[in-house]
C-alpha cells in the first residue's frame, strides 16, 4: 500500500496550510483503520501531530489543539491537515501515517513525507 503525501511548503507565520494523504494499492484489497500525521522537525525525534480514527475520533498534540484541524474522506482513502495560525516552531517535514488491514494482516504504512517551512 503507497501513501502520497501532498501540501507543504512556504508559508509565513500566521498563514495556513492543508495537507493530504492519499492511501492506495491496486494489487490488493485493504481497509484502513486510524490515519494520522506526524512531524520530524531538525534534530528532533518524530512526533504525533494529529490522528483520526475510522469512525471519526480525533487526538490532537497539545502544541497544535485550536489551529490544526484532521479530517478524513474514508470513500478516497485520503486524510487530511487543516494548519491555520501556522508558527515557525510548526516547521518541520510531515508524515502521514495509515494503520491498515490486508488479506496478511495488520501494519502502519508511513507516507514519504512533505517539507512545511515557517517563515518570513
Known amino acids: 500500500v503507497q501513501l502520497q503525501a501532498s501540501g507543504g511548503g512556504l508559508v509565513q507565520p500566521g498563514g495556513s496550510l492543508r495537507l493530504s494523504c492519499a492511501a492506495s494499492e491496486s494489487r490488493f484489497s485493504f481497509s484502513i483503520n486510524a490515519m494520522g500525521w506526524y512531524r520530524q522537525a531538525p534534530g528532533q525525534q518524530r512526533e504525533l501531530v494529529a490522528t483520526?480514527?475510522?469512525?471519526?475520533?480525533?487526538n490532537y498534540a497539545d502544541s497544535v489543539k485550536g489551529r490544526f484541524t484532521v479530517s478524513r474522506v474514508n470513500a478516497k482513502n485520503t486524510v487530511y491537515l487543516q494548519m491555520n495560525s501556522l508558527k515557525p516552531e510548526d516547521t518541520a517535514v510531515y508524515y502521514c501515517?495509515?494503520?491498515?488491514?490486508?488479506?496478511?494482516?495488520?501494519?502502519?504504512?508511513w507516507g514519504q513525507g512533505t517539507l512545511v517551512t515557517v517563515s518570513s
Open positions: 483520526i480514527t475510522s469512525g471519526g475520533n480525533t
Open positions: 501515517n495509515a494503520n491498515i488491514n490486508t488479506a496478511w494482516g495488520r501494519k502502519d504504512y
